[in-house]
């Protein structure tokens, strides 16, 4: 089946320092990608939704200068958290959309940030 | 704008009973709905997808409904095992391809 991977697993990083989350897809091209974002006891919000080649499109009160997002192939999406704060601490999913397929997507296995 | 809403937000059940959880969506024009697991600190399972077009889906023990008009989904488990401890999250689609609009999920928690 479709795989998609998410790396680092897990990263700690400080305060005002930034970070970069890798979504792949091993088996598939995708076309669209989507990240969202999961507080603890909360659920999945979507911040993004990132088109190969072309600019994201981020959702109502997502700053688009903190989270930067880079979708430069058809396997590869890019999450960068800019000047990382406490609160930008989360859970984050990326889900990719098979290029051709009319309804799937493939979620990869998560990113746990924690910013000290 | 779609809001879902998963109810309980917490069940705990002793093993081999059959449950329902429960999730409901404010705007019926969805192209499909979804049903996943999620263990703890882990990403997501998908458990069973329908189409707005249908109105049911089976999996082994697993049975989810769709009553789109009444914007309406279940989820039967039967047989419950401690296995089946995790949340289950429903989530709708509005157009093919584009993102799930999620509930925050229903934890369930079955003894042995």
């Known amino acids: 089946g479709a795989v998609v991977s998410q790396h680092p697993s897990w990263v700690i990083c400080k305060s005002g320092t930034s970070v970069k989350i890798e979504c792949r897809s091993l088996d598939f091209q995708a076309t669209t990608m989507f990240w969202y974002r999961q507080f603890p006891k909360q659920s999945l919000m979507l911040m993004a939704t990132?088109?190969?080649?072309?600019?994201?499109?981020?959702e109502q009160g997502v700053e688009k200068d903190k989270f930067l997002i880079n979708h430069a192939s058809l396997t590869l999406s890019t999450l960068t958290v800019t000047s990382a704060h406490p609160e930008d601490s989360s859970f984050y999913i990326c889900s990719a959309h098979p290029a051709g397929s009319s309804y799937e997507q493939y979620f990869g296995p998560g990113t746990r940030l924690t910013v000290t | 704008k779609q809001e879902v809403t998963q109810i309980p937000a917490a069940l705990s059940v002793p093993e081999g009973e059959n449950l329902v959880l429960n999730c409901s969506f404010t705007?019926?024009?969805?192209?499909?709905l979804q049903w996943f697991r999620q263990d703890p600190g882990k990403g997501l399972t998908s458990l069973l997808l329908i189409q707005s077009s249908q109105r049911e889906q089976t999996s082994g023990r697993l049975n989810a409904s769709l009553d789109k008009s009444s914007g309406r989904s279940t989820l039967y488990i039967a047989a419950s095992q401690p296995g089946d401890s995790a949340t289950y999250l429903c989530?709708?689609?509005?157009?093919?391809?584009?993102?799930?609009?999620f509930g925050k999920g229903t934890t369930l928690s079955v003894s042995s």
């Open positions: 990132s088109n190969e080649g072309s600019k994201a499109t981020y």
């Open positions: 989530a709708v689609r509005h157009q093919a391809g584009t993102a799930l609009i």
């Open positions: 705007d019926s024009a969805i192209y499909n």
